[in-house]
């Protein structure tokens, strides 16, 4: 039993690292795995797809997007700049604030400023603007002169109206070219294989990574492309036995609909015989019930750790709660670490979806994580998440839970009776600051607003689960795996202008 892991965990490594002569983990048949239809297959295949605009093929879609500016740079030179501002309008709104300020002047400088009239007389020839002359000419003075009145802010919104307007235009004729270039097609060659149907042979498995309720989480890599992921694996027969269906389809519904840093993301869902199975983001770090208590040494993390992880986890509930989702399970065990010291919020078991304007009721949650208004059975929207990353914050920075200690062996009602009416005790470990946050966050009342057998009944909900890749992870995955690179081409001399990194 132990060689079998040690063997099994040096497969996997292996595999992380690769796999053998430089295949970087492609199968010897990948070619043929992504091999692109002929053209006359797909090319009904545009009244299929959800939206055909520029919002969603170019502004969502990692591959659309790669096309749009591939058809730019090779076909309408003149669109190009426009895709560099905004670019560089990104890397604006991602500068720290004090940065800001330069980076703006920087981007007026080369797009903003109207080039230099000529003062040719009549006579002369009529000079044209030079060829490096970058000016976005679509956009209207008033949204120009605010830029440039506001140009000091360090406002992350300075460039907002500047993007709509540069959008807009780019959606229009531009966006109507690209529709009717060769790179559209491609761009439906590219969903054809994206749409592939989805099965275990996909994927090689390996060790497993963890336990859930319903069965193993295992590694595991795509054949196509090599890339690693984690295959969380729902047994039919227990899901069934303890009627997990409509949870099991509103984690996938949920998992499919986020596209965030810092929540495990779905890539893939499929049906074996005996298994559904959701492909995630594979999170190789831990967990951070694992690091804050079995690191050797004093359970906790400074202050400094302590917020980082914070900082990510919010964002990654920020980004659901935009979505209109709660989460209802922030706890430390769901909080997983990558191979880099990122965290990302895992587990959307009990993630909901509430419909704009609605409230919600609902008895769930961890233990001594669940805010008051959950255990009273109140109504609520997002706040009890708020309530529970106190919880996590306390529990990172003292080493021990708010309401429980570890293996501390007491009723549920004892600590639900705590986490309403006790206030949790403060040590030496918190600044003034983070204490500040924790007893914001933990505040007892918030805003709140007032033997089986399987049969073919089942199939409607395998069917509604069983939907294969999910897009933008798949196309992240092509252009990651540089498995993109390597097979879009156009023809022999297929190459780009050098210098243009799109
Ligand atoms: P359940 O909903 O049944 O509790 P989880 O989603 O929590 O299942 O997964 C069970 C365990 O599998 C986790 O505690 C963790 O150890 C491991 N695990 C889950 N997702 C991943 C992932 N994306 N990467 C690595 N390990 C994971
Ligand atoms: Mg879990
Ligand atoms: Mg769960």
Not at 244 to 252: A, I, Q, R, W
Not at 361 to 376: H, N, Q, S
Request: charged share 30%.
């Amino acid at each position: 039993m132990e060689l079998e892991n040690i063997v099994a965990n040096t497969v996997y490594l292996k595999a992380r690292e690769g796999g053998p002569d430089n295949s970087k983990g492609r199968s010897k048949k990948w070619r043929k795995l992504l091999a692109f239809p002929h053209i006359s297959v797909v090319i009904g295949m545009a009244e299929t797809l959800s939206a055909v605009s520029y919002d969603y093929i170019v502004d969502q879609q990692p591959i659309g997007q790669k096309l749009f500016r591939l058809f730019c740079v090779k076909h309408k030179k003149e669109y190009y700049h426009y895709n560099e501002f905004l670019d560089d309008i990104d890397a604006y709104e991602l500068e720290v604030e004090d940065a800001r300020a330069e980076s703006a002047h920087n981007i007026v400088q080369k797009f903003l400023t109207r080039p230099a009239a000529s003062d040719s007389g009549v006579d002369t020839c009529e000079e044209h603007p030079p060829e490096s002359d970058k000016f976005i000419d679509v956009l209207s003075e008033d949204t120009i002169s605010n830029v440039v009145k506001n140009i000091d802010s360090g406002s992350r919104d300075l460039f907002l109206k500047c993007t709509t307007e540069v959008k807009t235009y780019l959606s229009d004729e531009p966006f109507k070219e690209f529709r009717e270039s060769m790179y559209f097609d491609r761009y439906l060659q590219w969903k054809y294989l994206e749409r592939q149907t989805v099965t275990y042979k996909t994927f090689r498995m390996y060790r497993v990574l963890g336990k859930g309720g319903f069965g193993e989480v295992c590694a595991c890599q795509t054949r196509a492309t090599g890339k690693m992921y984690a295959c969380k694996k729902l047994e039919k027969k227990r899901v069934k036995k303890r009627k997990g269906e409509s949870m099991v389809l509103s984690e996938k519904l949920i998992l499919q609909k986020i596209n965030s840093r810092f929540v495990v993301n779905l890539a893939y869902a499929f049906e074996t015989k005996d298994a559904l199975c959701l492909v995630l983001t594979i999170m190789t770090g831990g967990d951070l019930k694992f690091h804050i208590y079995n690191m050797g040494g004093e359970p906790g993390f400074s202050e400094a750790r302590s917020k980082f992880y914070a900082a990510e986890v919010l964002l990654g509930l920020d980004h659901l709660h935009s979505n209109g989702i709660v989460y209802r399970d922030c706890k430390p065990e769901n909080i997983l670490l990558d191979e880099n010291g990122h965290v990302r919020i895992s587990d959307l078991g009990l993630a909901l979806e509430i419909p704009d304007g609605e409230v919600v009721r609902g008895r769930v949650g961890t233990v001594g994580y669940m805010a008051p208004e959950i255990i009273d059975n109140e109504k609520y929207t997002f706040s009890p998440d708020y309530f529970s990353l106190g919880c996590l914050i306390y529990e990172m920075i003292e080493g021990r839970a708010p309401f429980r200690a570890r293996k501390e062996k007491v009723k549920r009602e004892e600590v639900d009776r705590r986490v309403k009416e006790m206030d949790e005790p403060y040590s030496k470990k918190f600044s003034d600051e983070a204490q500040s946050v924790c007893r914001g966050l933990l505040k007892k009342k918030f805003s709140t607003v007032k033997g089986v057998n399987l049969d073919s009944k089942d199939d409607t909900f395998y069917n509604r689960f069983n939907t294969g890749a999910v897009s933008i992870p798949w196309q992240e995955e092509m252009l990651e795996t540089k498995v993109f690179e390597d097979l879009n081409v156009f023809g022999p001399d297929d190459s780009l202008p050098p210098d243009l990194d799109i």
